[in-house]
């Protein structure tokens, strides 16, 4: 059974292609759910409107099944909208690989 550890190591290999942050650094991956053989990961985008909206899914799903050994199958990623990302949810080493202020606004515990 892959850990939640695992998975969060994985999907930090997972960048937008917009953006020199990978998607859980940027405040993309809202929950994450390890179970047996399967995983499950709500996540958003940064716009409704993003250009690489299939492509990120894709790249995680495509990923997660060659490091991890789950089937492809067995992996779950949910779009949701609300709440809305916004650059709070920012990780703070994000912020630092943006030049952005670590003191800027950010979401307590937005990382799952």
Not at 49 to 66: N, S, V
Request: proline share 11%.
């Amino acid at each position: 059974m892959p850990s939640k550890t695992e998975v969060v190591a994985v999907l930090k290999q997972v960048y937008d292609p917009e953006i020199p942050v990978n998607v859980y650094d940027l405040g993309l991956v809202y929950a994450i759910a390890a179970e047996e053989r399967s995983i499950a990961i709500q996540m958003s985008l940064t716009s409704r409107h993003c250009p690489a909206a299939q492509e990120i899914p894709a790249d995680m799903r495509a990923r997660l099944a060659d490091d991890l050994g789950v089937e492809p199958g067995e992996i779950r990623i949910d779009l949701i909208w609300e709440p809305a990302w916004s650059p709070a949810r920012i990780s703070l080493e994000g912020r630092r690989l943006l030049g952005m202020p670590e003191d800027a606004p950010y979401v307590p515990g937005a990382q799952p």
